[in-house]
Structures are given as C-alpha cells and as structure tokens.
C-alpha cells in the first residue's frame, strides 16, 4: 500500500493507514452487522402463509422455526413485535449523542454491545406459551427485548460510523462510510439464510455470540484521536493516531489537522435560531425530505415483511424463504457493486436511477398482486428483486451522505438529530401499517397488497421531482460551494481555502 499525499492547509501530509485500522474496521463492524440482523429477523421467523397457533413448541417439521407459531400471536402482534424495535432506536439515536460526546465513541459502542446481548438474551428466555395460558406476558417481553435492541441500534449510530470516519485515511471515508452500509446489508442477508432452516431461538444464540466477541474486541480498541484531542488528551491522541497509521505518516502534521476540526467544532455549537437560517433551514428540509422518501417507499417494510410479502405468491413456505434469500443477496452484491459508483457518477444521478427503478418495480409487481389470478408469480419475483436492487444502487446510503454535505457544521448536530429522528419515527409508521393498509384498501390480500405498493411507488414518483428540483450535486463540492448553490448562487467557483 503507498503513502497517500493530501493536502491539508496549504502543505502536502503523508498518510497511510496502518493493519490495525483495517482490524479495528472489522472488530466495530460486530455491531453494524447486529445491526442489519435484528432488522431482517422478523421476516424469516414469522410464516409466510398467515398466523397458526402450534402449541408444546418447538412446532415439529416445517413451521419449528416460526416464532408466531410459538408465541401463538395475532397479525396485530407481530406488526408490534417487528415495529417497536424503530422506537429504540429512534430514541437512542436522537438522544444517545450527549453521552457518547461525553464518555466517547469507544464507550458508546461497549454500551451498543451490552444492549444487543441483554436485548437478545431476553428475546432467547421468553418461555413458550401453553394451550392453556395467555400470551400476555410472553408478547410484553418479546417486546420489551425488541426495544433494548433497538437502544443498541441506535447508539451504533452514534458510536460506529463517527468512530470508523474519525480513525480512517482521509482518502479512505468514502470507502468506510461504504463498509458501515455493506456490513448491515451483510446482517440482513445472514439471518434471512440462517433462518431457512435454523429455530429462531438458535439464532439468538448465534448473534449473541457475534456481539461477545465484538464486546471484547472493543475493549482492545483505543479510543478515536478525534474525540480524545477535544477532551484536551493530547498525548492519549497522538499515541491513539499512531496507531492507526504506518510508521512513514506525517502525524504531527495530522495532528495538527486534527486540533483544527476539533477547534471549528467547539466555536460552532449552532441552536434553532441558527437552523432558521436560510440556507440551512434549506439544507434541514433536503435531509427531512429523503428521508421521507427513503422511508415511505416501504423499504423497512419489504425487510421486516419479505416473507409475509413473498407468502402471497407462493404458498410453500421453503419456496418463500429460498427467494427472500436470494433478494437479500442481490442487495448484498449491488451494495458492494455500486458502492465505487458514488464518487465517480455523483449522488443525484445515482438518487434519480434509484427511485425510477423502484417506480418500474412496483408497477411490474402489481401486475401480478392485481390479477394473480391469471398473471403469472414471475411478474411479482422480478418486480420485487428490481426493487431491492434499485433501492441498493442509491437510496439506501446516499440520503446520509448527502446529510454529511449539506449540513452547516454549526447546526449539523442538531439537524442530524430532527432527520434521524423523523427517519425512525417513518419506519415505525410504515412497518407497523402495513397489514393494516393491506386490509384496509381490500378484503382480497393480494389486491390489497397491490395497493399498498401502488402507494410506495407513488412516493418515488414523487421522489424523483424532489431530486430533480431541489437536491444540489454535492461530489467533489467543498461546503462554501454546495451552500452558495443552496442560496441559488449556480455559477459560484470554488478557490483552494473552501477545502481546508
């Protein structure tokens, strides 16, 4: 690996990334890939075909891995089940922040840590319900399990991703950033496999195991240069970057760099009355209204609900499981394919591809979900494979990107918070209603579902004027320029000090 050059206030710094740093990337990513996994757990572990009660579980043959079954749940519990876990996050994600900046990055994530194995361990210990007892107590527990999950979730948002961009290469963000998205679409596609033959409960098992190790590697981490330099450690900073970098880079020079970010940080503490201006307030609704789009063109609800959705196409279960693997696949390889692509066509074209592609699928799946009675189930596979797809090529990663670069560092806190928090407060609302709009447009499931799909495409439809009238291109744009094109300010040029 060669010594990567940038230039950093006006002088050329050697930086290179150490093997520890590559270590340290896999040791954090234990957390991001729980992360994907407790969010595709509930569509391998619920039965595709609609609710059975199986009492004296583990049910016998096919249906022994289906929590529902076991847990003798109505549709209305399940749709808690699966959606409580966006309200966790939610909350830690918002407020999870001050603490994080207080006892830093490393501490946040042993907490992420604890979270997830309590959360799962709780999940593992719900007792089976009985022919003869209520499913009261099983279904508050089984809950309350999804919401610890859920708090462990959201500190990975806190902890994670600014830990893995504060240790990494300068040159080497956007490949970082990349791994944070890869390695919970990882997650999403484990459980989904595991689940085609493995007891729910085994895979308790399984991801706790993940994240004890993942709790110990922690420990053996050093805290982020970043956060310990703005805690005035200098020292503990200095030996933390030396760490993550080989022996021939410029860390004096780093370090200086450092100390600059981490000064501009502490003069720009920007409260509402700052948000209110107008090229951020702009930048606050471009945030909010991604995530409206991200969130409400029922991606969650396709993750938590594959097999729910897939159950209305094919009724043996091992069919339904065998292609929401195969989806959960393709987004894995489409991730990682496209992944390059962000830097070199630039996020707006990739957002637009995106959504245009979602579009298609949706009407190419109601082909199927609106006359299933003689279309054929090919129609509503490749439908939905294209819409995984397209989602991965664009609106799954960039959305928080573009949040990155749109955000005046003054107020990025505080508007990273009302986006985040919008996001998950949209993802509990549409995994939560889905079945609930299913039946509400039609008492025929599948015209139903067509409907309901119907929707998810219009919003991006939608989406698509949304990018094209008011998201700026941000690639290669330092923040003075991509703001000046906020306030309408098209043909502003970028001098060498709107880099530093």
């Known amino acids: 690996m060669g010594i990567e050059e940038d230039h950093v206030n006006g002088y050329a710094v050697k930086e290179e990334g150490s093997i520890f740093m590559w270590l340290a990337l896999l040791a954090t990513s234990c957390a991001t890939f729980t992360f994907g996994f407790s969010l595709g757990f509930t569509s391998p572990v619920f039965t595709p075909d609609g609710n059975t009660t199986c009492y004296d579980p583990p049910c016998s043959g096919q249906f022994e891995h289906y929590l529902d079954r076991e847990m003798n749940l ?25 603490p994080v900046d207080r006892f830093g990055k490393k501490w946040g994530m042993v907490a992420a840590h604890l979270f997830y194995i309590l959360g799962w361990g709780l999940l593992l210990s719900v007792k089976a319900v009985r022919e003869d007892e209520s499913n009261t107590s099983h279904v508050t527990q089984l809950y309350f399990a999804r919401v610890i999950i859920g708090f462990g979730i959201g500190l990975t948002c806190c902890s994670v991703s600014n830990y893995q961009t504060e240790i990494c290469t300068l040159k080497l963000r956007g490949v970082f950033g990349s791994c944070f998205q890869i390695a919970i679409v990882t997650g999403i596609f484990t459980v989904y496999a595991l689940g085609l033959k493995i007891y729910w409960r085994t895979l308790c098992v399984i991801v706790m195991c993940v994240e004890g190790v993942g709790l110990l590697l922690t420990f053996f981490l050093p805290e982020s240069p970043v956060w310990l330099l703005s805690k005035s450690r200098r020292e503990d900073a200095e030996l933390s970057l030396m760490t993550f970098r080989s022996k021939d880079s410029s860390i004096e020079k780093l370090m200086a760099n450092i100390a600059d970010v981490v000064d501009k ?85 990739l957002l637009v591809f995106a959504c245009v592609g979602m579009v298609i699928s949706c009407a190419v799946m109601n082909v199927f979900f609106f006359d299933s009675g003689s279309a054929k189930p090919a129609f509503a596979v490749v439908g939905f494979y294209m819409y995984i797809a397209s989602f991965a090529m664009g609106m799954g990663a960039i959305p928080w990107f573009i949040m990155g670069e749109i955000f005046h560092p003054e107020v990025k806190g505080i508007s990273s918070s009302i986006a985040t928090a919008f996001n998950w407060s949209l993802s509990f609302a549409v995994t939560k209603t889905i079945q609930n709009l299913v039946d509400a447009f039609s008492s025929d499931q599948n015209v139903g579902m067509g409907w309901v799909f119907t929707l998810y495409g219009s919003v991006c439809f939608v989406g698509i004027a949304f990018i094209l009238l008011f998201i700026p291109e941000t690639k290669g744009k330092p923040y003075a320029q991509v703001e000046a094109e906020l306030l309408g300010n098209k043909g502003y040029i970028a001098v060498e000090n709107d880099y530093e």
């Open 74 to 98: 109505t549709s209305d519990q399940t749709t808690w089940f699966s959606s409580v876990i966006n309200l966790g996050a939610g909350g830690f994600a918002i407020f999870g922040g001050g």
């Open 265 to 349: 940080g502490d003069e720009s503490q920007g409260g509402f009355k700052e948000l209110m201006q107008a090229p951020r307030f702009k930048a606050l609704c471009i945030g909010v209204g991604l995530m409206f789009v991200q969130q409400l063109s029922g991606i969650n609800a396709v993750m938590f609900y594959a097999n729910m959705i897939l159950g209305k196409v094919w009724s043996d279960p091992d069919t339904v499981n065998n292609y929401a693997v195969g989806a959960q696949g393709l987004q894995l390889v489409v991730t990682i394919a496209t992944s390059p692509f962000m830097d070199k066509a630039g996020r707006r074209p």
